[in-house]
């Protein structure tokens, strides 16, 4: 099978269409049109109530979609019923059946697929390695720890071979630290397993380090699908942008559109990127700290200057924040952490530089009433 | 077929857009069964009421209503069952609030056992609760069973034990929301005695456990009857048993009043309790 | 924050390992004594008494008397009128709970259902058997209302003053206090337990087989055994609709109290001891369910 997800390129998962309608009118889910490939990994992400737990349990079948049509491997499964889908789930909550033993548990799809019980005790030996707590079994999910019970539900979910893995926010109730230690875990028996994989999750760091690709959502709809690569790099919405990483949002004045100027905290620079504008409209500039750097920059780079506010030291990097100018306009910039590094103090003037090509120019074509409306929109 | 089940749907759909607050992810056939059942349940619960609603009504012009209004028995026995009920929750709480944070506080290992001895009012129904008082106290020195004052004070010790099961685990719950031990510590470092931190931290917080536990012991007594009835008080239950051996319809209106007593404290008990994930656990009849 | 030294000194001594005198135990004595003198005393009076002779001796001729005719039958039929009644509350008890809280019914009517179910669960002894005599007595208004369209109830043998009456008239508020017991266990059972048995191709019958049935098992086998005890002490409602004719061991205690003597206390005091004996039986094994149900809940 793949290595990386999605070699053979044919789509495994569509959903076309896709809108959920809760009785009272909240429309969950509007428009959610993707199409995964076998043993691809896709992440949703995105805030509280944008609706990607609802898609996820669309997919699982716990919810009916009030249009469009759900398919897996070309088979149309949206009037098929939970307990016939054949996919995997993992709950957040774990959802192991307390009155079971971890084996039983683990066992419980093949038992109701009536397989002989010497092959489902097979099966769960083979599951119990593979999530690495191989002697197990006959412990009950009490006695369990909560990274161990997750890795117990991906093993219940896994043992009878489903044609789809579906993860709803499988480690949010989890200490940081066995977070990213499972997470890995969970991509790798992905990957071993090549099985196609959602995985809904808002803490960005999962998403991105973990798909194939990512999905962000808001609002019920589908803002932006790419990469991470692409979504962290190239975020096509103020959403996007805004969620995914850290961003410095500086509002700025257009000078000339065509010619890529503007001007932030009253100083010109210069955009790669293409935007429309009448002169002297306002418009937000985001940028990412990283692209940011202390000094004055090569040839083509835009150098601006402002005052330092803060630097924070945050372990392996260090934030500096400079503003700009009366308008609020605040920039700040990300250094690795080296013991050589001259920090500059706070309150002191001094020149930093970003490339014409990074940032991005936010909502320059509809009209904006003021910087604080389209922040608080983003 | 599926035709139907299509249609079905559809009506689900229309319903559950109607009725947002309803929980539809059920298959029909379970709501189907749960209407059913509930529907028979609603039967047999309403039907001995309205039996006695219209057993009440055969003398023309609420007469039975008009005459149990006018026996100043009714109102003697009502006004003493709530009396004695009034004393059984403040004896009550004295006992038991004290008790319980204490236990909580000081005495964690001794909680089982604390629990258990609430829980033996259980193990003793009142029959033979009242048998015993009788044997107990009806000899020197301990002669209670003689006086009206001393039997009075029987009956309401009694119905403190009885009591027992229901306050302590209201009142235990109540306890457990609150962390009590960084309270007291936080009074105590301010200087406050045993008295300020019981009678200005912990009751206040307890104020909707106790209200609870007290409008149920009130239900309890004010419908009790085995106790009442060996220990020869004039409570209302033993009034209601006089007057069904003598009268005809009185006592059919006296008993929708005792239910429509009952089901007031209860609906007090249920507006206290909104909010609240714990329910109340509520003692049986008898 | 500074500590009183009352507070200081008990954490000392603990970490010390010093054990200091237990003053703390004081704190419960009005409890442990209000206890004893009106609930342990009075039991142990009437241990006393089962054990002896009108003279006095120590005697176990009490309780091997109970298997007399009359006692034993009397002992017989509370415990039957209580099985069925728990049985039966239990099961229906459990299905009308179910169908309020997680059957598909509209969300006010769980409320409305425990709210009544607090109430109907205190309503007994005089008005419910009066209530009931109203109803399906030989005049009542559904043995009239039957009777008129040609089918009377009374003509089958049925009659309101019998075991089966009785059993009718206990499940007003067996039925109830099982809802309000349940109740509790079946919020326990998490949505998300059926939602992963539906998702790994379990049918609503398999989930109820091998999880919910069993998770809810501890629950309700402990509710049935508290309506078991329930019943097994009511007294006031038996006495009020059969005035003594059906003998159960409430009643036999009570005639005995009244005056209408088995001939002998001591009998009597035997009587009483055999109802908490079988109600401390009760209770242990109520307690052991209950903490096994527990273990679900985590």
Same mark, same amino acid.
């Given at each position: !099978?793949?290595?990386?997800?999605?070699? $053979?390129? !044919?789509?495994?998962?569509?959903?076309?269409?896709?809108?959920?309608?809760?009785?009272?009118?909240?429309?969950?889910?509007?428009?959610?049109?993707?199409?995964?490939?076998?043993?691809?990994?896709?992440?949703?992400?995105?805030?509280?109530?944008?609706?990607?737990?609802?898609?996820? %349990?669309?997919?699982?079948?716990?919810?009916?979609?009030?249009?469009?049509?759900?398919?897996?491997?070309?088979?149309?499964?949206?009037?098929?019923?939970?307990?016939?889908?054949?996919?995997?789930?993992?709950?957040?909550?774990?959802?192991?059946?307390?009155? !079971?033993?971890?084996?039983?548990?683990?066992? *419980?799809?093949?038992?109701?697929?009536?397989?002989?019980?010497?092959?489902?005790?097979? %099966?769960?030996?083979?599951?119990?390695?593979?999530?690495?707590?191989?002697?197990?079994?006959?412990?009950?999910?009490?006695?369990?720890?909560?990274?161990?019970?997750?890795?117990?539900?991906?093993?219940?979910?896994?043992?009878?071979?489903?044609?789809?893995?579906?993860?709803?926010?499988?480690?949010?109730?989890?200490?940081?630290?066995?977070?990213?230690?499972?997470?890995?875990?969970? %991509?790798?028996?992905?990957?071993?397993?090549?099985?196609?994989?959602?995985?809904?999750?808002?803490?960005?760091?999962?998403?991105?380090?973990?798909?194939?690709?990512?999905?962000?959502?808001?609002?019920?709809?589908?803002?932006?699908?790419?990469?991470?690569?692409?979504?962290?790099?190239?975020?096509?919405?103020?959403?996007?942008?805004?969620?995914?990483?850290?961003?410095?949002?500086?509002?700025?004045?257009?000078?000339?559109?065509?010619?890529?100027?503007?001007?932030?905290?009253?100083?010109?620079?210069?955009?790669?990127?293409?935007?429309?504008?009448?002169?002297? %409209?306002?418009?937000?500039?985001?940028?990412?700290?990283?692209?940011?750097?202390?000094?004055?920059?090569?040839?083509? !780079?835009?150098?601006?200057?402002?005052?330092?506010?803060?630097?924070?030291?945050?372990?392996?990097?260090?934030?500096?924040?400079?503003?700009?100018?009366?308008?609020?306009?605040?920039?700040?910039?990300?250094?690795?952490?080296?013991?050589?590094?001259?920090?500059?103090?706070?309150?002191?003037?001094?020149?930093?530089?970003?490339?014409?090509?990074?940032?991005?120019?936010?909502?320059?074509?509809?009209?904006?009433?003021?910087?604080?409306?389209?922040?608080?929109?983003? | 077929?599926?035709?139907?089940?299509?249609?079905?749907?559809?009506?689900?759909?229309?319903?559950?857009?109607?009725?947002?607050?309803?929980?539809?992810?059920?298959?029909?056939?379970?709501?189907?069964?749960?209407?059913?059942?509930?529907? +028979?349940?609603?039967?047999?619960?309403?039907?001995?009421?309205?039996?006695?609603?219209?057993?009440?009504?055969?003398?023309?012009?609420?007469?039975?209503?008009?005459?149990?209004?006018?026996?100043?028995?009714?109102?003697?026995?009502?006004?003493?069952?709530?009396?004695?009920?009034?004393?059984?929750?403040?004896?009550?709480?004295?006992?038991?609030?004290?008790?319980?944070?204490?236990?909580?506080?000081?005495?964690?290992?001794?909680?089982?056992?604390?629990?258990?001895?609430?829980?033996l009012p259980f193990v003793i129904p009142p029959i033979v609760l009242v048998y015993g008082l009788l044997t107990t106290f009806s000899k020197p020195p301990l002669a209670l069973t003689g006086?009206?004052?001393?039997?009075?004070?029987?009956?309401?010790?009694?119905?403190?034990?009885?009591?027992?099961?229901?306050?302590?685990?209201?009142?235990?719950?109540?306890?457990?929301?609150?962390?009590?031990?960084?309270?007291?510590?936080?009074?105590?470092?301010?200087?406050?005695?045993?008295?300020?931190?019981?009678?200005?931290?912990?009751?206040?917080?307890?104020?909707?456990?106790?209200?609870?536990?007290?409008?149920?012991?009130?239900?309890?007594?004010?419908?009790?009857?085995?106790?009442?009835?060996?220990?020869?008080?004039?409570?209302?239950?033993?009034?209601?048993?006089?007057?069904? /051996?003598?009268?005809?319809?009185?006592?059919?209106?006296?008993?929708?009043?005792?239910?429509?007593?009952?089901?007031?404290?209860?609906?007090?008990?249920?507006?206290?309790g909104r909010g609240r994930r714990e329910k109340i656990n509520v003692a049986g009849a008898h | 924050m500074t500590q009183s030294p009352e507070v200081l000194g008990a954490r000392i001594a603990?970490?010390?390992?010093?054990?200091?005198?237990?003053? $703390?135990? *004081?704190?419960?004595?009005?409890?442990?004594?209000?206890?004893?003198?009106?609930?342990?005393?009075?039991?142990?009076?009437?241990?006393?008494?089962?054990?002896?002779?009108?003279?006095?001796?120590?005697?176990?001729?009490?309780?091997?008397?109970?298997?007399?005719?009359?006692?034993?039958?009397?002992?017989?039929?509370?415990?039957?009128?209580?099985?069925?009644?728990?049985?039966?509350?239990?099961?229906?008890?459990?299905?009308?709970?179910?169908?309020?809280?997680?059957?598909?019914?509209?969300?006010?009517?769980?409320?409305?259902?425990?709210?009544?179910?607090?109430?109907?669960?205190?309503?007994?002894?005089?008005?419910?058997?009066?209530?009931?005599?109203?109803?399906?007595?030989?005049?009542?208004?559904?043995?009239?209302?039957?009777?008129?369209?040609?089918?009377?109830?009374?003509?089958?043998?049925?009659?309101?003053?019998?075991?089966?009456?009785?059993?009718?008239?206990?499940?007003?508020?067996?039925?109830?206090?099982?809802?309000?017991?349940?109740?509790?266990?079946?919020?326990?059972?998490?949505?998300?337990?059926?939602?992963?048995?539906?998702?790994?191709?379990?049918?609503?019958?398999?989930?109820?087989?091998?999880?919910?049935?069993?998770?809810?098992?501890?629950?309700?086998?402990?509710?049935?055994?508290?309506?078991?005890?329930?019943?097994?002490?009511?007294?006031?409602?038996?006495?009020?609709?059969?005035?003594?004719?059906?003998?159960?061991?409430?009643?036999? +205690?009570?005639?005995?109290?009244? /005056?209408?003597?088995? /001939?002998?206390?001591?009998?009597?005091?035997?009587?009483?001891?055999?109802?908490?004996?079988?109600?401390?039986?009760?209770?242990?094994?109520?307690?052991?369910?209950?903490?096994?149900?527990?273990?679900?809940?985590?």
């Amino acid at each position: !099978m793949s290595e990386d997800g999605g070699t $053979n390129g !044919m789509t495994y998962l569509a959903l076309k269409g896709i809108q959920k309608r809760f009785a009272g009118g909240t429309v969950a889910v509007q428009d959610f049109n993707l199409e995964a490939t076998a043993g691809e990994f896709v992440s949703f992400l995105g805030p509280s109530g944008c609706g990607k737990t609802t898609t996820l %349990r669309m997919i699982a079948g716990f919810e009916r979609p009030t249009a469009g049509r759900i398919s897996i491997d070309g088979k149309d499964i949206t009037d098929q019923p939970p307990n016939k889908r054949n996919v995997g789930m993992v709950f957040q909550s774990y959802a192991l059946f307390p009155n !079971m033993t971890i084996a039983d548990n683990i066992g *419980f799809g093949l038992r109701v697929r009536k397989r002989p019980s010497d092959q489902i005790k097979q %099966r769960v030996g083979e599951l119990l390695e593979l999530v690495n707590l191989p002697d197990k079994g006959s412990r009950y999910p009490y006695q369990l720890s909560g990274g161990q019970q997750q890795r117990i539900a991906l093993a219940r979910a896994l043992a009878y071979e489903p044609t789809i893995l579906l993860l709803d926010e499988p480690l949010s109730a989890l200490d940081a630290k066995i977070r990213v230690a499972l997470r890995l875990e969970i %991509r790798q028996i992905q990957r071993r397993l090549g099985i196609t994989t959602v995985y809904v999750t808002h803490d960005q760091e999962e998403a991105l380090s973990l798909s194939d690709r990512v999905v962000v959502m808001s609002e019920g709809r589908i803002e932006q699908v790419g990469t991470p690569f692409e979504i962290y790099n190239f975020p096509t919405t103020p959403f996007v942008a805004s969620f995914v990483g850290t961003l410095s949002l500086v509002p700025g004045q257009v000078v000339d559109a065509a010619a890529g100027a503007l001007t932030i905290g009253g100083q010109p620079i210069r955009i790669a990127r293409k935007f429309e504008g009448a002169r002297d %409209r306002a418009v937000t500039l985001a940028l990412r700290p990283e692209m940011v750097s202390l000094g004055t920059g090569a040839a083509g !780079m835009n150098n601006v200057t402002g005052k330092v506010t803060d630097v924070s030291f945050l372990g392996s990097i260090v934030r500096i924040r400079v503003a700009l100018g009366g308008d609020g306009a605040v920039i700040a910039l990300d250094e690795f952490n080296e013991p050589t590094l001259e920090l500059p103090t706070v309150d002191s003037t001094i020149t930093i530089n970003f490339p014409a090509d990074g940032p991005l120019v936010l909502d320059a074509a509809a009209p904006v009433e003021s910087v604080e409306a389209l922040i608080s929109e983003v | 077929m599926t035709g139907s089940v299509d249609r079905l749907h559809n009506e689900l759909d229309e319903l559950t857009r109607l009725t947002p607050h309803v929980r539809r992810d059920r298959p029909t056939r379970t709501i189907i069964g749960s209407w059913f059942l509930l529907l +028979i349940s609603i039967a047999y619960f309403a039907l001995p009421l309205v039996g006695t609603l219209l057993f009440s009504l055969r003398d023309p012009g609420f007469a039975a209503y008009r005459d149990t209004l006018k026996d100043p028995q009714l109102y003697k026995t009502l006004g003493y069952s709530f009396l004695i009920a009034i004393i059984t929750v403040i004896v009550s709480i004295v006992l038991l609030v004290p008790t319980a944070f204490w236990v909580r506080l000081r005495l964690p290992r001794l909680r089982p056992v604390v629990e258990f001895i609430t829980l033996l009012p259980f193990v003793i129904p009142p029959i033979v609760l009242v048998y015993g008082l009788l044997t107990t106290f009806s000899k020197p020195p301990l002669a209670l069973t003689g006086s009206s004052l001393g039997s009075d004070v029987l009956l309401v010790c009694a119905y403190v034990v009885l009591s027992f099961p229901y306050m302590y685990r209201s009142i235990d719950a109540g306890l457990r929301v609150i962390d009590i031990r960084t309270l007291t510590e936080a009074c105590q470092s301010l200087g406050a005695g045993w008295v300020t931190i019981m009678w200005r931290v912990i009751l206040p917080n307890l104020r909707v456990s106790i209200l609870s536990g007290a409008f149920l012991t009130l239900a309890v007594v004010v419908g009790e009857f085995t106790i009442a009835n060996f220990l020869a008080r004039p409570m209302f239950a033993t009034y209601l048993q006089l007057i069904s /051996g003598n009268l005809a319809y009185e006592p059919a209106a006296v008993a929708l009043i005792s239910f429509g007593i009952t089901w007031a404290a209860m609906g007090v008990i249920a507006l206290l309790g909104r909010g609240r994930r714990e329910k109340i656990n509520v003692a049986g009849a008898h | 924050m500074t500590q009183s030294p009352e507070v200081l000194g008990a954490r000392i001594a603990s970490r010390s390992g010093r054990r200091r005198f237990p003053t $703390n135990i *004081f704190g419960i004595v009005p409890f442990v004594g209000f206890a004893i003198l009106f609930l342990v005393l009075p039991t142990i009076y009437l241990f006393v008494g089962s054990v002896q002779t009108k003279t006095g001796q120590f005697t176990l001729d009490n309780f091997a008397h109970l298997t007399r005719p009359f006692t034993a039958a009397a002992y017989g039929a509370s415990i039957e009128i209580s099985l069925v009644t728990a049985l039966v509350a239990g099961i229906l008890g459990f299905l009308l709970a179910y169908a309020v809280i997680a059957g598909g019914l509209p969300g006010p009517l769980r409320t409305g259902i425990m709210t009544f179910s607090g109430v109907a669960s205190n309503f007994a002894g005089v008005p419910l058997s009066l209530a009931f005599v109203f109803t399906i007595g030989r005049t009542g208004f559904i043995t009239v209302l039957l009777k008129s369209i040609g089918f009377d109830p009374y003509s089958t043998g049925f009659t309101i003053y019998s075991k089966i009456g009785l059993e009718l008239v206990y499940l007003y508020f067996q039925l109830p206090l099982m809802v309000l017991i349940i109740a509790p266990a079946i919020d326990g059972l998490k949505k998300e337990w059926r939602e992963a048995s539906e998702n790994l191709g379990a049918t609503s019958f398999q989930y109820w087989r091998h999880i919910a049935l069993p998770v809810l098992l501890p629950s309700l086998l402990g509710s049935v055994i508290l309506l078991f005890g329930n019943a097994f002490g009511a007294q006031a409602t038996a006495f009020a609709l059969t005035g003594g004719f059906i003998p159960l061991v409430t009643i036999v +205690i009570g005639s005995q109290l009244s /005056g209408d003597t088995l /001939g002998d206390k001591n009998l009597g005091y035997a009587l009483a001891i055999g109802m908490v004996a079988i109600m401390a039986v009760t209770l242990v094994a109520y307690s052991w369910l209950s903490r096994r149900a527990e273990r679900w809940q985590r």
